[in-house]
C-alpha cells in the first residue's frame, strides 16, 4: 500500500547546500486541498527530524497545488522520506516523496 502514497516524481536529489520548495498538485487525487501538515524522517536513523530540515514549516496552497517550506540543512547520503498530510472536506489524505542528499 505504501507505494500508492508515494507521489509519481520518486525520488529527488538534493545537496547539502540547497534549499529548495517542493510542490504536490493533488488534481489527480482531489481539488481544493486544505490544512497542509509537512513532516520529514531520515530513513536511516527513522528520526523525526523536521524541525531541523523545514525550520520555518508553513506550507501554503494555491488552487491544487500544496508548496512545502524550504527543504534545508540536509546531510550528504542521508535519505529522507517528505510526508504531505491535508484535508478535503473531512477526509484526511496523505502522499509522501523522498530526497536523497548528494554532495
Same mark, same amino acid.
Given at each position: 500500500m505504501a507505494?500508492?502514497?508515494e507521489v509519481a516524481e520518486g525520488l529527488k536529489y538534493q545537496s547539502a547546500d540547497e534549499q529548495l520548495a517542493y510542490?504536490? *498538485?493533488?488534481? $489527480?487525487?482531489? #481539488?481544493?486541498?486544505?490544512?497542509?501538515?509537512?513532516?520529514?524522517?531520515?530513513?536511516? *536513523?527513522?528520526? $523525526?527530524?523536521? #524541525?531541523t530540515v523545514f525550520p520555518t514549516n508553513s506550507p501554503s496552497i494555491t488552487g491544487d497545488v500544496i508548496t512545502l517550506s524550504l527543504l534545508k540543512s540536509l546531510t550528504k547520503g542521508n535519505l529522507y522520506r517528505?510526508?504531505?498530510?491535508?484535508?478535503v472536506g473531512s477526509n484526511i489524505y496523505e502522499c509522501f516523496f523522498r530526497v536523497k542528499c548528494v554532495l
Open positions: 507505494e500508492v502514497l510542490s504536490i *498538485t493533488t488534481t $489527480n487525487w482531489v #481539488s481544493n486541498p486544505s490544512n497542509p501538515v509537512v513532516m520529514a524522517y531520515n530513513e536511516q *536513523t527513522h528520526e $523525526n527530524v523536521t #524541525s517528505i510526508e504531505v498530510k491535508f484535508a
